[in-house]
């Protein structure tokens, strides 16, 4: 975790400065609406919106990105499903901060599922919950194929390396904290590895004219 943090700090004023430049957020308690999101921060809104995610939300929001949490991304009129449906997609990873209640609410589990299947990086906050507690708990007014939908999406999270956080002994700021750097770092990674997929293309494409160009278009067999 030391080498992880060392790493984290030598590359934050790199994302930091790049955000800066590429955009011109001023402080508002709500992010523009049209913008992508980077971070969705999923939780359980009676166990960690007035703690860890709203924390979480505003050192991010502090840093110049763009992250979703509900009640500051959202404002009456809102569609909620298609909201959250565009937030997920739109979003490069998420955040899940699991609780003690987090497994009875259809709408935290939804949401984690989105996440899942849209292969978002995710990463999980075991608040005062050890991974190996969570569950879902059949309900008659669960649809089975939403409950193994649910089920294999917690499956997949409890085996994803996160942090854990007990607020009986943790230091709230620290863990705030130590997600935010964790958030910077992986961020950085999903830019490069971006960056190298838009190269190789280019390069692919570039490949390809002069081949053709060279060979002329009724030479060349692809």
């Known amino acids: 975790m030391a080498t992880l943090t060392r790493s984290v700090r ?17 402080p508002n308690p709500n992010p523009n609406p049209g913008r992508a999101c980077d971070v969705f921060i999923n939780h359980r809104g009676k166990d960690t919106k007035r703690n860890v995610a709203s924390l979480l939300y505003q050192h991010l929001f502090r840093l110049r990105l763009t992250p979703f949490l509900d009640n500051m991304s959202m404002k009456p009129g809102d569609k909620l499903f298609d909201k959250i449906h565009a937030a997920v997609n739109d979003c490069k990873l998420g955040v899940a901060v699991f609780s003690p209640r987090y497994c009875r609410s259809y709408f935290c589990l939804h949401e984690l599922a989105l996440m899942i299947e849209t292969k978002k990086k995710l990463i999980p906050i075991f608040c005062d919950v050890r991974p190996s507690d969570l569950a879902v708990v059949p309900s008659p007014a669960l649809p089975s194929a939403e409950l193994r939908r649910f089920a294999g999406a917690v499956e997949e999270a409890k085996y994803t390396v996160g942090l854990e956080f007990d607020s009986r002994k943790g230091n709230l700021a620290d863990v705030v904290k130590n997600a935010a750097d964790i958030v910077i770092e992986n961020l950085l990674e999903i830019d490069d590895d971006d960056e190298r997929g838009h190269n190789d293309h280019s390069s692919k494409s570039l490949q390809i004219h002069h081949r053709r160009h060279r060979h002329g278009p009724e030479q060349l067999i692809d």
Request: hydrophobic share 30%; charged share 25%.
């Open 10 to 26: 030598r590359n934050r004023n790199q994302i930091l400065h790049t955000h800066r430049i590429i955009r011109t957020a001023t």
